[in-house]
């Protein structure tokens, strides 16, 4: 087969060495001669793997001693009522930032009091909003780090006076993040963390049991934290591909080392659609997020974006084409798309405009 370029939103492009050890361990995990998909997870080989990927997400993200990481079954849309579930108890702002915004508020909505503080659905999503007051009396303010439908992202760790969520499904790992500035940050691995299949979430332990309501047992994170994420069976193979992304981001010296190469990335491929006369971003500037690049044809030249989807498929582009609400065009850059990948794209947005002339 022809080389390929995965751009794909997620689930997304791993490492191929993560490929090759879950194979292997779909063979015999660890050595115990039964296979992975197999393992007890009770036994202390798993064990040892859940207290390691632990530890993996502890170091590279310098996670504080007061915090745990969970991994969890049910996506990052369950996370939205397990947020509601754990914090909400009388009032709690939500930054509308996109459609996974609007899906988490809308869950804390049907819980108690929930609102959205601010939002750029105005102009489809395409800024995020800033200047907006932020009332004293919050449970906490819910903001989505990286919005992947449209490309928008926060790329800092916000000083919030109230205690600040965060959903970072789409761009956890991609920069190093000041987590003492967080009660909770979640997301779905599917991304850069791993396969679909598992969430982590990284609690501070001190920010829960603050609510009165009860919490059905498997929504309460403190069930997860005191059972190790054992609790009920956790998915393993998700959990085990995790450890190996890990590790990976750890052999290319962690999350600081990962940004620079993730940030060269996006520089080149934004560059290539501010220079080329037949495409235009539709992210603000300030705003664009270095894992998920949205673009469009340029003004007067829409009725060619068929013709580009079709010639950057037979370069081997995968994954391009842009949400039906945004359109266009998404080259989604987690860590394991390669600048060599980027640089196919542009060669062939190039190549594409040369054609034209
Ligand atoms: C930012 C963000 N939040 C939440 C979700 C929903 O994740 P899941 O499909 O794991 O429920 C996604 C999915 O792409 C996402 O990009």
Not at 77 to 103: C, D, H, I, P, R
Not at 256 to 270: G, M, P, Q, S, W
Not at 302 to 331: C, P, Q, T
Request: proline residues 3%.
């Amino acid at each position: 087969m022809d080389k390929v370029h995965v751009f794909n939103a997620g689930p997304c492009l791993l490492p191929q060495v993560v490929y090759d050890k879950a194979i292997e361990a779909i063979k015999d995990f660890k050595g115990t001669g039964v296979s992975l998909l197999s393992i007890s997870h009770r036994t202390k080989e798993w064990e040892a793997t859940m207290d390691e990927t632990r530890a993996l997400w502890k170091e590279l993200l310098n996670i504080p001693d007061d915090y745990e990481v969970v991994f969890l079954g049910g996506g990052a849309s369950l996370q939205f009522l397990y947020v509601a579930m754990n914090y909400l108890e009388k009032k709690a702002a939500y930054l509308e930032t996109g459609v996974w915004a609007k899906k988490a508020l809308k869950e804390a909505a049907g819980i108690g009091n929930a609102y959205a503080i601010a939002s750029s659905a105005d102009k489809n999503f395409s800024y995020i909003p800033k200047g907006y007051e932020i009332p004293k009396d919050l449970d906490y303010l819910h903001i989505t780090t990286n919005n992947t439908i449209y490309g928008t992202e926060i790329k800092e760790d916000y000083d919030c006076p109230v205690p600040l969520i965060a959903d970072m499904s789409s761009d956890i790992l991609s920069r190093p993040v000041d987590v003492s500035k967080y009660e909770l940050i979640y997301g779905g691995a599917q991304k850069n963390a791993g396969p679909a299949g598992v969430i982590f979430a990284i609690i501070k332990k001190d920010s829960l049991g603050k609510v009165s309501r009860y919490i059905p047992t498997m929504l309460d994170y403190r069930t997860h934290i005191d059972k190790g994420s054992m609790f009920n069976t956790p998915p393993v193979f998700s959990i085990y591909v995790m450890n190996e992304t890990l590790k990976w981001v750890k052999s290319l010296g962690g999350v600081e080392a990962i940004h620079k190469i993730d940030v060269r990335k996006a520089e080149t491929l934004y560059a290539e659609i501010d220079r080329n006369s037949l495409f235009r971003g539709t992210a603000v500037k300030e705003d664009r997020s270095i894992m998920n690049v949205c673009f469009v044809m340029a003004e007067g030249k829409e009725e060619l974006a068929d013709e580009f989807m079709a010639f950057a498929k037979g370069r081997g582009m995968i994954g391009i084409k842009g949400h039906r609400s945004v359109g266009g065009f998404r080259a989604s850059l987690y860590n394991a798309c390669t600048q060599e990948d980027v640089e196919a794209l542009v060669k062939a947005m190039q190549d594409f405009e040369n054609l034209k002339k």
